[in-house]
């Protein structure tokens, strides 16, 4: 089992950033491929950016790349989503993934709005 808490969620204004922390628990850290997704109100789930087990490659949705950095420090079992130049479409909850013999794991999420 697997355990994803999230945290650095809030309310920041348009063009402003956050960074958003995931720590795992449970099971060995560095063989998860691990990523962020989100949910809008009246939208479905999509990927916002993935990272492989060492870190070496990440992928990001068209959306933010540019804006968003993805990492982990496997060292201290958390990946973290840097966010920068907010846009009020950004605003959604965010969830923490990890992938683990094609098994997902999620966390419970964290909400993220950006006023104008």
């Known amino acids: 089992q697997v355990q994803l808490v999230e945290s650095g969620g809030g309310l920041v204004q348009a063009g402003g950033s956050l960074r958003l922390s995931c720590a795992a628990s449970?099971?060995?850290?560095?063989?998860?491929?691990m990523g962020w997704f989100r949910q809008a109100p009246g939208k479905e789930r999509e990927f916002v950016a993935g990272?492989?087990?060492?870190?070496?490659?990440?992928g990001y949705a068209d959306s933010v790349k540019g804006r968003f950095t993805i990492s982990r420090e496997n060292a201290k079992d958390t990946v973290y989503l840097q966010m920068n130049s907010l846009k009020l479409e950004d605003t959604a909850v965010y969830y923490c993934n990890a992938l683990y013999a094609s098994t997902n794991y999620w966390g419970q999420g964290t909400q993220v709005t950006v006023s104008s």
């Open positions: 449970g099971r060995t850290f560095s063989n998860f491929a």
């Open positions: 990272i492989r087990r060492f870190g070496g490659n990440t």
